[in-house]
């Protein structure tokens, strides 16, 4: 693998996406377009970035903030996200990112299991935060984007933050192992794990914006995702301003109109976006589209959950373009198998690995399993953005490898010339959207409420979201389902969890179905959901 040009051993993420692009001649380049929700356009350039990044590194500085402490931001859509984030990675801060729709039990797992000293956030969501701040004892700073005014007790103004600060900042000496940014994923059991990066990952974020993503100097970049995923900071932050290369962001949601009409004014040359999106586009009237010119976009790609045959269709049919499917995880940390310019396109296909990436199909013993034979999908370790650990989990990360080999938790298969096609999770995580849903978050929220008594949670397959939430809930006795008790338990999970992990489908049973030790068979749920053999029972507790 290639690795990027840097000043000497300098691996800072913060110091490459800015600094080191003002060195290169870049200063003046617009770095981010801010397109917001009702279409308005205002240019940051890499100066601009440089500079804001290094106030919010001296606003870290000056609140105490030591190398390998953990901030996190928690905001929608804005400005504010990027200089936060290279100021903290500046700052050799670990910086964490969370999605806006966050309930306060996934907050507390994450703020909690991470000690974050710090988070970033706007007014909106300080009573949600306030009302767990007592059972966090290392949250010492909240800071609002949009409050004037510090408010006491460590709630503090970020303008005035910001107001205040130097935007001069040196950059201390980051080397490669050095922490970077900390993403948490949800498991099928247990609570979500931290995944941690170091800062060597930027060569690998890098090398696939530039080789897989074919971003060159002059183009556009629209990352659609984002930057609580892994994609919004891999490719969304780090991979285009880590090549100088202009990002447009918009704060506005999915709006096919809105998107297209940005296609076009913008002259954006190159789109990333999530299957889920590219359907919903499917979903719309052809004749919406035929007034559009997207003659200066040269390549579309996707990520998040597999990309269905159709799709790609309909996008040479009506957009005159191929739609490359691309590969990677929260753990793998940029691209790891994918279709690309230049290489076959096997419609439905992951693609195949990038030059340096050796991945396998290896049975449970570890021996090699056949092509056109399905098994587990594993890389050869020491890709420089292999995630470093689980914080705080090291035996869970331990399982992750065997005998030199990262087990994904992704099945697949590889055919005879070498292209990987994906086959399913090997564990319960439900992908809704291109996000992991934990099914026990779901279950342990349900059983907040008082009408249930007990809960399972599957992943079912859906046109549109790839998989969609199903609950299984049983009732307390006396108790009766009603349109108010299942409005009820999807605000619940809304507020709880996120609006994300909200059912979309809520069955009533007698019982949930467990094994003997007490553990829900969701593969029971989901056999008898899809109508389908439910297998070996004999582990089920006596109903």
Same mark, same amino acid.
Request: proline fraction near 4%; hydrophobic fraction near 40%; charged fraction near 20%.
């Given at each position: ?10 691996? +800072?993420?913060?110091? &490459? ?36 990044? +290094? ?18 931001t ?9 200089f ?12 964490g ?53 510090h ?28 922490? %970077? ?71 506005? +949601? ?37 007034g ?7 390549? &579309? ?6 990309? +269905? ?78 995630f ?8 869970? #990360?331990? %399982?992750?490898?065997?005998d ?11 055919d ?9 999770r ?9 996000h992991?849903?934990s ?9 907040? &409420? ?30 009766? #389902? ?16 996120? %609006? ?16 003997? %030790? ?26």
């Amino acid at each position: 693998m290639v690795t990027l040009e840097k000043s000497g051993d300098q691996f +800072n993420i913060g110091h &490459i996406c800015t600094t080191a692009q003002c060195e290169a001649g870049r200063g003046d380049k617009v770095a981010l377009r801010w397109i917001s929700a009702a279409l308005e356009r205002t240019d940051f350039t890499f100066s601009e970035l440089d500079r804001q990044s +290094n106030r919010f590194a001296n606003v870290l500085g000056g609140l105490g903030f030591q190398p390998e402490e953990i901030f996190f931001t928690f905001l929608p859509k804005a400005t504010e996200q990027f200089f936060a984030f290279l100021g903290a990675l500046k700052a050799r801060v670990v910086c964490g990112t969370l999605f806006a729709n966050f309930g306060e039990e996934a907050l507390l797992d994450r703020l909690g299991d991470s000690r974050a000293r710090g988070i970033l956030t706007k007014k909106h969501f300080l009573k949600k935060l306030l009302r767990i701040r007592d059972r966090l004892p290392n949250l010492e700073y909240i800071i609002l984007v949009d409050s004037d005014e510090h408010l006491g007790n460590g709630v503090l103004s970020y303008q005035r933050l910001m107001d205040e600060a130097s935007d001069f900042f040196q950059v201390a000496h980051t080397g490669p192992e050095t922490p %970077s940014v900390l993403h948490y994923t949800s498991g099928s059991t247990g609570k979500p794990k931290g995944v941690l990066h170091h800062h060597r990952a930027v060569l690998s974020q890098s090398y696939t914006a530039a080789h897989v993503l074919d971003l060159k100097d002059d183009d556009l970049f629209w990352c659609t995702a984002d930057q609580g995923w892994v994609t919004g900071t891999s490719y969304g932050i780090i991979g285009p301003w880590s090549l100088g290369v202009t990002q447009i962001h918009y704060a506005g +949601n999915y709006d096919a109109a809105a998107w297209f009409a940005l296609l076009e004014r913008e002259g954006i040359t190159i789109w990333y976006s999530a299957p889920t999106a590219l359907r919903m586009l499917m979903r719309e009237s052809d004749e919406l589209y035929g007034g559009f010119d997207l003659s200066r976009l040269r390549h &579309i790609y996707s990520v998040g959950e597999p990309l +269905n045959p159709e799709v790609i269709h309909w996008s040479r049919r009506l957009l005159n373009h191929d739609i490359y499917d691309t590969w990677f995880q929260t753990e793998t940390g940029a691209i790891m198998i994918c279709n690309r310019p230049g290489v076959e396109l096997r419609p439905g296909s992951m693609g195949t690995p990038i030059p340096g990436i050796q991945p396998a199909i290896l049975g449970d013993d570890g021996g090699a399993i056949p092509d056109g034979e399905q098994g587990n999908l594993c890389v050869k370790v020491g890709w420089p953005s292999m995630f470093a650990t689980y914080l705080n989990n090291e035996s869970a #990360y331990e %399982s992750k490898f065997r005998d030199g080999w990262y087990y994904t938790g992704d099945t697949a298969r590889r055919d005879s010339d070498g292209h990987y096609w994906f086959m399913g999770r090997s564990d319960d995580v439900i992908n809704t959207a291109g996000h992991l849903i934990s099914p026990f978050e779901v279950e342990s929220a349900l059983l907040e &409420i008082p009408e249930i008594a007990e809960s399972g949670v599957i992943g079912a397959p859906d046109e549109l979201l790839y998989e969609k939430v199903v609950a299984f809930i049983s009732l307390h006795q006396g108790v009766e #389902y009603t349109t108010a008790l299942e409005l009820k338990i999807r605000l619940h999970i809304s507020n709880k969890v996120s %609006s994300i992990a909200t059912p979309q489908e809520i069955r009533v049973l007698e019982r949930i179905p467990k094994n003997k %030790s007490g553990k829900i068979m969701r593969r029971v749920l989901k056999a008898t959901y899809l109508g389908a053999d439910i297998g070996d029972i004999s582990t089920l507790e006596e109903q």
